[in-house]
Each structure stands twice: as structure tokens, then as C-alpha cells.
């Protein structure tokens, strides 16, 4: 598939992404650029990614037709069920493949970095699997906040390392690890968790998750007699979930995608993780893109009650998407975003992540025509969030 959404040779989505990384880095970087896509199709790589996502993952994930939030909403609504995987979310997806790329470099040693734990434990997990080491970067105060995911991390044998600079949170942790990758440049791997980060990350994330997309042509080809929805809708952090559930309708532009931002307390509140509204063009984690910054290019720390979508920018794909109009960006708060998974829960006895019920909240902001086909990428369960749940229930 080749089209102007794809990544042109220098690694840009029109003006944004590229690799902006300090010169020691460049080898690294390079020697990825140079292998991902000759590995990710040989056939021996298509055959262990295929196999390990079926019976390891649990793919393919169902796309369930919700009956009752149909009928509520005027659509006929279905759920493309990730938080079926093992892991519970989309991110494993994303994990294996780059872990199997890894492999195939030659790597013994994998780094990452992770804000609210669920990448930390995707990584850990697919470590576990391969028998690799495994060092996760974690802010310090993030370690505090997610104690069960740093549990889990250690339980699956990998070492947290806690990023003690700054405000001690996930840029902080990113730092680090790029500091570490910088010393370990034979034997390490850096695995990124979202479609961010320098070129070829952002274009490697989006066609491992891809298989999101392709699954969901095939399963509403069978269950509708078309391959091709209405609307597509996917909540947005740094954009891995939405770009697999985009990517093989990106040239089909008669369906519609909506990417969803965390609103936190509002948009224009000061606690929000809104990026297309509120963010300028800059370099975030390597790529230029949009981000939220101040008057001086610093990054400011953004706000969302859901871990998952707490992130200062959004991928180089999206600012494309945006820019050029191609996917509609909305936003959704955290109190929005908490009634639709109590709705959710209670219709549909699904209990969502609070990540996948921004992308469920927009549901009432649209007007659907009759009979209209919409796909919501449901990300992830929601047990991790239980507490959070039971906290604001009313
Ligand atoms: C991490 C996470 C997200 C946000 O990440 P993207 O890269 O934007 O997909 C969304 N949903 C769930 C369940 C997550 O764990």
C-alpha cells in the first residue's frame, strides 16, 4: 500500500516526523531503518507474528456488533474487542512483533520506558516469552502511582529502573532510557510502546498494529457483506490503537475517522491531554510532530485521569491526519469519559479501560444517518481501572 498516508522515504507524514536524535544514536537507529522492513517480511517473521498472535495473544479478537448501545444510539455499533487479548490491550500486539524484530537483529538485552505501566508490562511480558532481559524506565513518581504494574513487571522478571530527574515521570523515563541506549548501542533494543518516537518507529508501530484494521475488514465483510464501515473511532495517547484501527481504511475516504483526546477536566482547563487543540509544532521523543509546549519549547506536563492518554503529543501519522483533515480530532473528559463506561458496563456488560471509553464518549456528540456502519476500537479492559471506577461511582 503505498499513499500519501504512508511514511515517504525520509521518514516524514508531510512536515512531521523524521529522527531527531543526537548523533550517537544515529548507528542504531540506522541499522533498524535499514532491516525493520526486510524482516517484517520475510517469511519467517510472518510466520512466528502469526502464530504467536494466534495462539499466544488470542487473535483474531472478535468484532462484536453491541446490540443494545445500537439501538441506544441510533448506528449499528460494533466493538473491535482488543481488551480480549492476553495483556488485556491492544499493546502486546505491538510488543511481540518488535520483540521478534529484536531477535532477528540479534539483540540480548531489551530497554524501555513506560508512564502508567501497561507498555512496562507488555514489554516484561513478551521478555518472560523470548527469555530476554528486560530494563523498564519509570519515573519515580509514576512507580508510586502504579505500584500493581510495577509488581507485575518484576513478577515477569524484568528490572525497574526508577528516572529520578525532573518531574520524575515519563519524559524523565524516556530520557533514561535513550541515555542507556546511547551506552549500549550493540547489544540493546530499544522497544517503543506507541506509533512515536524517531523514524522508523512511528511506521513499524502502525504496521504491527495494522492487523487491528485488517481483521476488522474481513470480520464486517462476513458479518455485513461490506468490508468498509461509516466511521471508524479510536481514542488517542500517542496513537498506536487508532493507527491500527485506521490503517487499511487510510485511503478509503469515504470512512470516516475520529481520533479521541483526553479532555482531563476540560480542554481549556490547564489539566488536559488535548493535543491537537492545544499543542504547536515541535521535536517530541525524537520526531517532529505536535505537543503541548510553553512560550519556551518546554514540554507541559499534561493531564488526563486515564494513564493511557496522558501524553504531551500524538504520533507524526496524526499531526498528519489532522493537518491534512483526513481524520476528524475530538475529545472527551474524564467525567465523560467515566459515564460511557458505566454505560458501557452496564448495556453491554463490558467493563472498558478508561483509555477505550474516551473513544466511546463521543457516541452523543454524533448524528448518525440511518443504519450507519461505526466500528469503536475498544483498546483494553478495564480491570486495571477498577479502582478509579469505584472511586467516582455515584
Ligand atoms: C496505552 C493505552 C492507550 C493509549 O495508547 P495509544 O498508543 O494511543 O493506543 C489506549 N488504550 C489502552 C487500553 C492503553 O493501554
Not at 456502519?373 to 483498546?379: E, I, R
Request: charged share 25%; hydrophobic share 40%.
Amino acid at each position: 500500500m503505498k499513499s500519501k498516508f504512508q511514511v515517504d522515504k525520509n521518514g516524514y507524514y508531510g512536515q512531521f516526523g523524521g529522527a531527531f536524535i543526537p548523533e550517537l544514536l544515529y548507528p542504531n537507529v540506522k541499522e533498524l531503518e535499514d532491516n525493520y522492513l526486510k524482516i517484517m517480511e520475510s517469511e519467517e517473521f510472518q510466520k512466528e507474528f502469526k502464530y504467536l498472535l494466534k495462539d499466544y495473544v488470542g487473535r483474531p479478537t472478535p468484532l462484536y456488533l453491541a446490540k443494545r448501545l445500537s439501538e441506544k444510539y441510533g448506528a449499528h455499533i460494533y466493538l473491535k474487542r482488543e481488551d480480549l487479548n492476553h495483556t488485556g490491550a491492544h499493546k502486546v500486539n505491538n510488543t511481540i512483533g518488535q520483540i521478534l524484530i529484536a531477535k532477528h537483529l540479534g539483540k540480548k538485552r531489551i530497554i524501555a520506558e513506560t508512564g502508567a505501566g501497561q507498555h512496562g508490562v507488555a514489554t516484561a511480558t513478551v521478555c518472560a516469552l523470548m527469555n530476554l532481559e528486560c530494563v523498564v524506565f519509570m519515573g519515580e513518581v509514576d512507580i508510586k502511582r502504579q505500584a500493581p504494574n510495577v509488581a507485575r513487571m518484576k513478577m515477569l522478571g524484568a528490572k525497574v529502573v526508577p528516572a529520578i530527574s525532573g518531574s520524575k515521570t515519563l519524559k524523565d523515563a524516556t530520557n533514561e532510557a535513550i541515555r542507556d541506549w546511547i551506552g549500549n548501542p550493540e547489544d540493546t533494543y530499544y522497544l517503543i510502546g506507541s506509533v512515536v518516537g524517531p523514524h522508523p518507529y512511528p511506521d513499524m508501530v502502525a504496521r504491527l498494529q495494522s492487523v487491528i484494521s485488517k481483521e476488522i475488514r474481513a470480520q464486517l465483510l462476513e458479518q455485513t457483506g461490506q468490508e468498509k464501515p461509516d466511521s471508524v473511532i479510536a481514542c488517542v495517547g500517542g496513537g498506536s490503537n487508532a493507527a491500527g484501527a485506521f490503517y487499511h481504511f487510510l485511503d478509503d475516504e469515504d470512512v470516516e475517522l475520529i481520533a479521541v483526546e483526553a479532555a482531563g477536566l476540560g480542554v481549556y482547563s490547564g489539566e488536559s491531554a488535548a493535543t491537537s487543540v492545544l499543542g504547536e509544532v515541535g521535536v517530541l521523543h525524537g520526531s517532529k510532530t505536535i505537543l503541548m509546549q510553553d512560550e519556551y519549547g518546554q514540554v507541559i506536563e499534561p493531564y488526563s485521569l486515564s494513564a493511557g492518554l496522558d501524553y504531551p503529543g500524538i504520533g507524526p501519522l496524526h499531526a498528519f491526519l489532522n493537518e491534512s483533515k483526513r481524520a476528524v480530532f475530538m475529545n472527551a473528559t474524564d467525567q465523560e469519559a467515566l459515564d460511557a463506561a458505566y454505560e458501557l458496563t452496564r448495556i453491554e456488560g463490558i467493563i472498558p479501560a478508561l483509555e477505550s471509553a474516551h473513544a466511546l464518549a463521543v457516541l452523543p456528540k454524533l448524528d448518525f444517518k440511518k443504519n450507519q456502519v461505526v466500528v469503536v476500537n475498544l483498546s483494553g479492559r478495564g480491570d486495571k481501572d477498577l479502582e478509579t471506577y469505584i472511586k467516582n461511582l455515584k
